[in-house]
């Protein structure tokens, strides 16, 4: 299978010269090491090999509409596989996956449909969609970004992750198509990958100046940040497993995120919307553009919409339609999104556009063209998210649980055929679960798994009944070298936690997580089990990853949430002494607010102003801006006099000191934070890395 679809796929990164030149091009530059880049790292087992073999069998490789579609109207490439960021590193490198294009080459430590999901993702350059109207530039950044031809200008849709790689992008295409201004910036959806580089294509004084429009959905400046502030740090970390942020780029590492690459590691920006997008159905004219919104809230972002372009019969399916089933339940973590929903939006673009539609593109993967061809991508993914709801509660009322589903749940075979339906992004695995979780919760109904024990607790007294753990370390290597991995993680799982410091034990279950990272389809769960084999190897190491936040971002944060983060970060073990009532306001925008410590907890509510309080607290918002991003703090403010009070100031000192700064390298596995992991000052990550506040969401 791989020989058709690498040598098509050779075509994404190469203009101008013959298919055999480009192939013959790429194979030079793209010589693959077959030595593993970790020296305790295994190569797939016989057993691996076999599962992928049986996958290269069953899987539709002969549809390659795909690969037609994914190399249709490409324009030109850039001579430089790397983008620069503003401090002088590497905002985003897409040479670094140039393995992947060696012509012929099979990848048994990938599964074969993940492979060639790879393949497609190395598109890189300046693709048209519709001559001389609409164009899109790929393999800049995780997303897409989408150039609009109107009147006089550009309209751009999604301008991707970070302020260097937007940039960068319209330059190219200005050079290859001839310098337009951007007239408007289109946010489809409320994930940072989808705004957060705007002002690469756009500056603050021209949207002042009504020289470009700002448009995005209802609610999309409180969902683009707000689904990450409470959860920030544990997201973050989180992401470091689900994206393989620890992992190189390797054949046994990472190679690819499913929906793109990697997400760039740039400067994130933000600028609030001029127009919003309210009804269901709107229609808006840009620049002699005609565009009809879908709003899409509850789909794959809270706060989304699709676009129809009726004047050209063109469809923005935005990221609710793309190459791949998506996320009911993100492994980073996130509210379970509804499936249903999701399906019923799909149903009902099919209703409102499909019909007419000629051509569908997205902020992810590749376009569709032809009524026919579209029409069957939109049905099946209707009818894969409608299953995943339908069928799992059909289960769920037939008695599986949360903890069977996942092995009882299975996809229709027509679905299985059909590459659009494929488990990349999302998997049925934890989708699956997720739909179960969504309306009945974790519980499974049995007692036992009500309130059991943490794994650290409970893991002795199997270690104990066991044999201890040379008994396990036994049985787990019969179990690794018979193939049977997933009993084999089941009590090494158990020693590890029993037992953190027992290095032999991390090895083997590092050796294991590895083979089933081999022969998982979706990356999200191969970068999951990946990322947990290499730290229990290597303990906890630096991710370079994207910084997702930033002035703009932290502006962008209500007062209310700031104040609620605040809550969160109080410690109250340590605030049991302490109880008080502060009224805060801040005039300029006109908020205020009543604090209360009581029971150990830090309550908020806005609107009110309580009497006799301990604190009177007034600053304007512009200045809490600079505590919020922590450039300066409430004690230097009201020295200088931009913060007023009346009351107990030490309210404030009291209220810090119990105060926590979270550990963004929490352990995940057990005995993965050594001696100068990075949570203890031996930071050497790069200068764009996750903050605490908005980690990367997709």
């Known amino acids: 299978m791989n020989k058709l679809t690498v040598s098509l796929a050779t075509l994404l990164v190469l203009g101008g010269c013959s298919e055999s030149e480009q192939i013959e091009t790429l194979a030079s530059n793209a010589q693959v090491d077959s030595a593993h880049y ?9 057993f691996t090999r076999d599962i992928q073999a049986q996958h290269r069998a069953l899987l539709p490789f002969a549809d390659t509409r795909d690969i037609e579609e994914n190399t249709r109207g490409f324009l030109a490439a850039p001579d430089y596989r790397q983008i620069m960021n503003d401090k002088g590193g590497v905002a985003w490198d897409m040479g670094k996956y140039d393995f992947l294009l060696e012509e012929g080459q099979e990848f048994d430590s990938i599964h074969p449909s993940l492979q060639r999901q790879a393949i497609l993702n190395m598109a890189y350059g300046l693709y048209e ?3 001389d109207k609409i164009y899109q530039v790929r393999g800049f950044d995780l997303a897409n970004i989408t150039f609009i031809k109107s009147d006089t200008g550009w309209i751009v849709f999604d301008p991707l992750t970070a302020e260097e790689t937007a940039r960068a992008a319209l330059q190219f295409i200005n050079e290859q198509l001839g310098e337009r201004p951007v007239v408007a910036v289109v946010y489809s959806h409320s994930h940072i990958d989808h705004f957060a580089g705007v002002k690469g294509v756009a500056t603050v004084a021209d949207v002042n100046a009504g020289k470009t429009e700002i448009i995005a959905p209802s609610g999309f400046m409180t969902h683009a940040v707000a689904e990450n502030v409470y959860a920030g740090t544990a997201m973050m970390r989180r992401s470091n497993y689900q ?3 620890v992992l190189p780029a390797s054949p046994f590492g990472h190679v690819d995120s499913s929906i793109g690459k990697n997400a760039a590691s740039g400067n994130p920006t933000l600028i609030p919307p001029t127009i919003t997008i309210s009804d269901n159905i709107e229609e808006l004219e840009i620049d002699g553009v005609k565009m009809v919104f879908q709003n899409t809230p509850g789909t794959e972002a809270p706060s989304e919409m699709n676009t129809y372009f009726p004047e050209w019969n063109a469809f923005w399916a935005a ?7 998506h996320n009911i339940y993100t492994l980073r973590g996130a509210l379970v999104r ?23 593109f997205a902020s992810h993967s590749w ?19 409608a299953h995943l709801n339908n069928q799992v509660l059909h289960l769920a009322n037939s008695g599986v649980t949360i903890n069977e589903i996942h092995n009882v749940y299975k996809v229709p075979t027509s679905l299985q055929q059909q590459w659009a339906t494929r488990f990349y992004h999302g998997s049925e695995f934890h989708n699956s679960r997720a739909v179960i979780n969504r309306y009945l919760g974790y519980w499974d109904a049995n007692p036992a798994t009500l309130t059991p024990l943490s794994p650290a607790d409970s893991a002795p007294l199997y270690v104990e009944m066991m044999g201890g753990s040379a008994n396990i370390i036994n049985k787990g290597q019969e179990l690794y070298n018979n193939g049977e991995y997933l009993l084999g993680m089941e009590i090494l799982n158990k020693l590890v936690y029993a037992e953190p410091n027992n290095q032999p034990a991390k090895n ?10 081999y022969q998982y389809e979706s990356p999200s769960v191969r970068n999951s089990y990946l990322a947990a084999a290499k730290e229990l190897r290597d303990g906890i190491q630096p991710a370079a990853t994207s910084k997702s936040s930033g002035p703009d971002l932290i502006q962008a944060m209500s007062t209310q949430m700031f104040l609620e983060f605040l809550a969160i970060r109080l410690d109250s073990e340590k605030a049991e002494d302490l109880s008080f009532t502060m009224n805060f306001s801040t005039p300029d925008n006109g908020e205020m607010f009543v604090l209360e410590l009581s029971n150990a907890t830090l309550t908020i509510i806005e609107g009110f102003a309580a009497d006799n309080v301990d604190l009177d607290l007034t600053v304007q918002r512009s200045e809490l801006e600079k505590v919020m991003m922590g450039v300066e703090s409430f004690q230097s403010l009201i020295e200088d006099g931009r913060a007023t009070y009346t009351g107990d100031l030490s309210i404030l000192t009291k209220l810090a000191e119990r105060m926590v700064d979270f550990d963004p390298y929490f352990e995940i596995m057990p005995g993965t934070k050594g001696a100068g992991y990075p949570g203890q000052g031996d930071d050497s990550s790069n200068d764009y890395e996750h903050e605490v506040m908005l980690p ?3």
């Open 129 to 131: 969609v519709m001559p």
């Open 338 to 360: 509804d499936a249903l929903a999701w399906s019923q939006e799909i149903n009902r673009a099919i209703y409102l556009f499909g019909g007419e539609v000629d051509v569908m």
């Open 243 to 245: 994206y393989g942020q």
């Open 508 to 517: 083997l279950l590092a050796d294991t997580f590895e083979q089933l990272g």
């Open 367 to 385: 376009p569709r063209w032809g009524n026919e061809r579209i029409l069957e991508v939109m049905r099946a993914q209707r009818d894969m998210y």
């Open 319 to 325: 990221e609710n339609i793309t190459a791949t089933i």
């Open 696 to 698: 990367a969401s997709e």
């Open 38 to 46: 970790h020296s305790m790292g295994k190569s797939p087992s016989e």
